[in-house]
């Protein structure tokens, strides 16, 4: 799933060209991708765009006549391309734009289930759709994300990825972020020292940027993922192998030797306000009164 850097790295790709000439012809939209049908497709066509915007992991393309926004969420597997003049495109995109002089704005899906998704909204259509968004993850800052923590007892890596919480980090951004704080994707967010808030302030910044500079060279997962999806692979800071578990419906990864103190995650499974740290700390609490 794109996450803020990938989606960030593709709104400056796509800002210049979408705005270089009207849109000629909006669609064809795939029935599944297309989630708005009023206002229609056709009347984005005679217009054009002022841009892309970004907010959370969505694009935001608005007309620059101010009356209307393009929504884009790519969910899991959408594919966003402007293709010059004369490229070959997809037979059939879930959605495309196209504009005077030939330039195409085409979004694809691989795989039989169509998530991705585009509205066609007023702006404040648009804005209603975003409200529910917490803050932006880039730029955060220690004093906000220690007022969002506070007084939550959720696991850190199940709340960075929560985006009414904050927007803009998935589930792979989560593993790096927290690797790089040093911190357990299981501790609990409100129990964080405000040294540790700052810690975890200062990576969610420089893990998003990092991303940011290397999806903006065109970078793959391979180049751009230290922890996420590297099960066995030694640790860039340590050299521990980079363990897995499972929580909830989604996999973590993580060094067990910098981030949960030599100790491995077991699976949680879900009962209320414990994870893996009360459960280490009542059995030393047990272990002592013995
Ligand atoms: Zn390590």
């Known amino acids: 799933m794109p996450e803020l850097p990938e989606v960030e790295a593709l709104r400056r790709a796509l800002d210049e060209p979408v705005r270089a000439f009207p849109v000629e012809k909006a669609g064809p939209a795939h029935v599944a991708?297309?989630?708005?049908?009023?206002?229609?497709?056709?009347?984005?066509?005679?217009?054009?765009?002022?841009?892309?915007?970004?907010?959370?992991?969505?694009?935001?393309?608005?007309?620059?006549?101010?009356e209307l926004v393009l929504l884009v969420h790519l969910m899991s597997a959408g594919r966003l391309r402007y293709l010059r003049s004369g490229e070959a495109g997809p037979k059939k995109p879930a959605f495309r734009l196209l504009f005077?002089?030939?330039?195409?704005?085409?979004?694809t899906?691989?795989?039989?289930?169509?998530?991705?998704g585009v509205w066609l909204l007023t702006p404040e259509a648009a804005e209603a759709e975003l409200a529910h968004l917490g803050p932006e993850a880039l730029?955060?800052?220690?004093?906000?994300?220690?007022?969002?923590?506070?007084?939550?007892?959720?696991?850190?890596?199940?709340?960075?990825?929560?985006?009414?919480?904050?927007?803009?980090?998935?589930?792979?951004?989560a593993n790096e972020i927290l690797h790089t704080a040093k911190l357990s994707p299981f501790a609990p967010a409100q129990g964080l020292a405000p040294g540790q808030v700052r810690t975890l302030a200062d990576a969610i910044d420089s893990e998003l940027e990092r991303g940011l500079e290397?999806?903006?060279r065109g970078a793959k997962d391979a180049q751009v993922y230290r922890v996420h999806d590297r099960l066995g692979e030694p640790c860039h800071v340590c050299g521990t192998p980079i363990a897995r578990v499972a929580f909830e419906e989604h996999t973590i990864y993580y060094c067990p030797e910098c981030q949960t103190g030599g100790r491995r995650l077991t699976p949680y499974w879900g009962f209320k306000g414990r994870g893996w740290e009360d459960v280490a700390m009542a059995s030393r609490r047990k272990t002592r009164r013995r």
């Open 33 to 66: 991708t297309l989630k708005t049908f009023d206002p229609p497709l056709s009347t984005l066509e005679g217009r054009r765009l002022a841009g892309v915007e970004r907010r959370g992991k969505r694009l935001l393309l608005p007309a620059e006549d101010g």
């Open 100 to 107: 005077e002089a030939g330039g195409q704005l085409v979004l």
């Open 109 to 116: 899906e691989g795989g039989p289930k169509k998530r991705a």
């Open 139 to 173: 730029g955060l800052g220690a004093e906000q994300l220690a007022e969002i923590l506070a007084g939550q007892p959720r696991r850190l890596h199940s709340l960075l990825r929560d985006q009414r919480v904050i927007a803009g980090i998935g589930r792979a951004w």
């Open 214 to 216: 290397l999806r903006e």
